[in-house]
């Protein structure tokens, strides 16, 4: 009887200690599955977490003294098509990798044409540009086009879409520039264009408040 009692004992030992070994292993298992999880989840997280401002500090400072606002008159052989819309302190978006980007600043925005008798050309709309931003210390800091869902996300706020000097983000290529300055009065400029004519967005933000340094 004693002996039987004994091998109950080592039977029943044997099973706890293998569904225990089993349970802890299934535990180990499930760990990478819910770590990666996880790590997936904050990923994605990182990816919609929007910059609420363009960083300028990979760019050197401009010195050079530029014009007046709007700082870029058309090139030659390029006029606007209507009046220009500028406003002395306006909101607008700008298109960075991580997303539309608001600035606030004054602002000059125009649709542009070639003169009468002139045949429009867009690689000499970008190329006049960029000779001018770059020659006055701007660079290019972000080229391509925007998905729509992302226009979406700031259709709200951006209620000026449609305006004189409005882009086509989705279809056509954007292009954007920076100048940066000492005093805090950096500059953006956007172009977009097509075959028939394109777009500019620029913005100055105001110099920086000293009395509050």
């Known amino acids: 009887m004693k002996s039987k009692k004994v091998l109950m004992s080592v039977i029943l030992a044997s099973l706890f200690f293998a569904c ?12 990478p599955e819910l770590l990666a999880e996880n790590t997936s989840s ?7 977490m929007l910059a609420d401002s363009i960083d300028l500090s990979k760019l050197p400072f401009n010195e050079k003294e530029l014009a007046a606002f709007p700082v870029f008159n058309p090139p030659a052989d390029i006029v606007p098509l209507n009046k220009p819309l500028t406003r002395d302190f306006d909101r ?8 539309m980007v608001p600035v606030e600043g004054k602002v000059y925005k125009a649709f542009l044409t070639s003169v009468t008798g002139k045949e429009w050309s867009l690689p000499y709309f970008e190329k006049s540009y960029k000779d001018l931003i770059t020659a006055a210390g701007g660079m290019l800091i972000f080229q391509g086009r925007v998905p729509q869902k992302e226009l979406d996300r700031i259709k709200d706020e951006a209620t000026y879409f449609g305006e004189e000097g409005s882009i086509d ?8 520039y920076a100048i940066r300055r000492k005093e805090g009065d ?20 105001p110099k920086a408040d000293k009395s509050s340094n």
């Open 42 to 48: 904050a990923q994605e997280t990182v990816r919609n």
């Open 92 to 99: 607008l978006f700008f298109p960075t990798r991580e997303g």
């Open 169 to 176: 983000y989705t279809n056509n290529l954007v292009k954007v």
């Open 20 to 31: 225990n070994k089993s349970s802890k292993a299934d535990t180990l298992r499930k760990k």
């Open 186 to 205: 950096h500059i953006f400029v956007q172009i977009s264009g097509y075959s028939a004519g394109g777009s500019i967005q620029i913005l100055q933000l």
